[in-house]
Nanobody
Framework: QVQVVQSGGGSVQAGGSLSLSCSVS????????MGWFRQGPGEEREAVAY???????TYAESVKGRFTVSRDNAKKILNLQMNSLKPEDTAMYYC??????????????????WGQGTQVTVSS
């Protein structure tokens, strides 16, 4: 059984930094598309960033230049470094893993395995 366990997050003032990590267990490889999503209060879940097996990352316009996604396949870990945080970044953040290595997408339906969610709160 595949498990995706998240860590990190918390509260910070605007302009600060936080990092998130997730580890994947129960699979021999995480060499598939992986991504981070978030859901703010009263909002729909949206893609923040995703990274393919060639470690090419794609970011939402709202986080470009501030967030960095990275992966360590050997350790089966996905990371998200968040800098210059803004109050509008406040949300529950979710790590997600696809079963596919040949296709990456910002669509939630492309991902099969999800983490439990981690709260990120940015105060002004």
């Amino acid at each position: 059984q595949v498990q995706v366990v998240q860590s990190g997050g918390g509260s910070v003032q605007a302009g600060g930094s936080l990092s998130l990590s997730c580890s994947v267990s129960g699979r021999t490889s995480i060499n598939t598309c992986m991504g981070w999503f978030r859901q703010g209060p009263g909002e729909e879940r949206e893609a923040v960033a995703y990274i393919d097996t060639d470690e090419i990352a794609t970011y939402a316009e709202s986080v470009k230049g501030r967030f960095t996604v990275s992966r360590d396949n050997a350790k089966k870990i996905l990371n998200l470094q968040m800098n210059s945080l803004k109050p509008e970044d406040t949300a529950m953040y979710y790590c997600a893993a696809s079963r596919r290595a040949d296709f990456c997408s910002s669509s939630q339906s492309a991902y099969t395995y999800w983490g439990q969610g981690t709260q990120v709160t940015v105060s002004s």
